[in-house]
């Protein structure tokens, strides 16, 4: 899935190619007079600063986006901030500098979340859970998205049969995520447990202390994810991995 879509703002005029969460091929658009927006409380303080510029407001908003397929017509909420950009050029026919002001909009929580990530249909429903709360976290808690990230390959681990416990002297021990992906069995090839493993170290910053995980680290996690997925239950990959290898053998069709 291309997920720079999702890097994108919007404002009255333009929304980025957003699909929609529940029927997945709709696209959302701006439901007309829905976007209400408002001015925080230091930022309208700051118009008496004698160097107030427009790029200083920082606005909040919420609205209504519609899915433009008829028969879904699904409505998802969304809120979050603004800010207002500065553009200025050079217009030559009238020999004057020209600027102009346009307000631009971020979203942080759509409800229901937007989907960021391709899923197999096989897909479990304890990691699709999982997922979902990702999807939910992604733009306003990245640490939280990739926390959720993380549980989506631990439920993984389970939906696969690799144990959670292991027993000694009458007590439960939970068996740390990297050695519950060693322990796959060998049907899983060793570059999908090292992008597994990868995913759980995103994961681990997306929990601790350290530098801030970002949008583009959440990203990379759904990167690595989406494919690990795709190789264990998406059908058509393992057709088309068969198909190849038969073309291959034949050297053509
Ligand atoms: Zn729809």
């Not at 969304?78 to 631009?104: A, I, K, L, N, P």
């Not at 429903?125 to 959720?148: E, I």
């Not at 796959?184 to 929990?207: C, D, F, Q, R």
Request: aromatic share 10%.
């Amino acid at each position: 899935m291309d997920r720079s879509v999702f890097t994108r703002t919007f404002n009255k005029e333009t929304v980025p190619d957003w699909r929609c969460p529940t029927c997945g091929t709709g696209k959302l658009t701006l439901k007309p007079d829905s976007l209400t927006v408002g001015e925080g409380s230091n930022s309208r303080q700051a118009h008496d600063h004698p160097a107030w510029g427009p790029e200083w407001i920082d606005y909040r908003f919420s609205c209504m986006f519609l899915c433009d397929s008829k028969p879904c017509a699904e409505v998802v909420a969304c809120v979050g901030t603004g800010s207002v950009d500065h553009y200025g050029w050079f217009d030559e026919q009238t020999g004057h500098e020209e600027e102009s002001y346009e307000d631009f909009f971020t979203p942080k929580l759509f409800v229901p979340p937007l989907v960021l990530m391709d899923i197999p249909k096989e897909c479990p429903d304890s990691v699709c859970v999982r997922l979902k709360q990702s999807f939910a976290m992604y733009f306003a808690d990245p640490g939280g998205a990739m926390n959720a990230g993380r549980a989506a390959v631990e439920a993984l681990m389970t939906e696969l049969g690799v144990a959670r416990y292991t027993n000694s002297k009458g007590k439960r021990h939970p068996i740390p995520l990297h050695k519950r992906i060693e322990k796959l069995t060998a049907k899983y090839a060793t570059p999908l447990k090292e992008m597994l493993i990868a995913v759980k170290w995103l994961g681990n910053a997306g929990s601790h202390d350290g530098n801030e995980p970002e949008h583009e680290h959440v990203r990379l996690m759904y990167d690595m994810l989406e494919h690990c997925l795709a190789e264990i239950y998406d059908n058509k990959v393992k057709k088309l991995k068969a198909l190849a290898k038969q073309v291959n053998k034949k050297k053509g069709i």
